[in-house]
């Protein structure tokens, strides 16, 4: 079990099988045919996995535009619960086919409103990619066109994803297990 800054981490996704699975997810997304596709990577967790996703992308012979738009949710926990954007994309959305890739869906609460806004702004259609779907947790009826894995109600780290802004750069998707002092 890799110890990482003195905590247990146990691997859930290892660098191997998020790569194959990558492949496989190209595969899908270049099966339908795109309209000038812009792909919009969800800041910050996704960023790794847009990174590899795109150049799985590429292999497979798709050539997007590529965006980022961060978004953040507040209010968690509480009643009034929302998304908002912290740093908007530039690029024109009206009549082309966007790719929304994000690291986790869980209530679905992030890509429901970043699936409407795009929609808003005149998409012509709007897909979602996520590595992980923790399914268990979601609000409503809102599910990904393409999958990486399901993922087990834990809270997960690594590949861009963090826990108190720490362990974004693993190269694996893992779990914190505990201290290693309590080991
Ligand atoms: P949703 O809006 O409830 O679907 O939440 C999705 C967002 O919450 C993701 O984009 C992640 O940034 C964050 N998130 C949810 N679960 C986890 C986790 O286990 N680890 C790290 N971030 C998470
Ligand atoms: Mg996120």
Known sequence: MPVVRGKNIDVLFSPEQIAARNMELAAQIAVQPKNDLLVIAILKGSFIFAADLLRALHQVGLAPEVEFITLSSYGQGTKSQGVKI?????????????????????????????????????????????????????????????VGFECPDYFVVGYGMDVAYAFRELPFVGIVTGDVADT
């Open 86 to 146: 912290i740093k908007d994309i530039d690029s024109e959305v009206k009549g082309r086919d966007v790719l929304l890739i994000d690291d986790i869906l869980e209530s679905g609460r992030t890509l429901r409103y970043a699936r409407e806004l795009m929609f808003e702004r005149g998409a012509n259609d709007v897909s979602i990619a996520v590595l992980l779907d923790k399914s268990c947790r979601r609000e409503g009826t809102l599910n990904a066109d393409h």
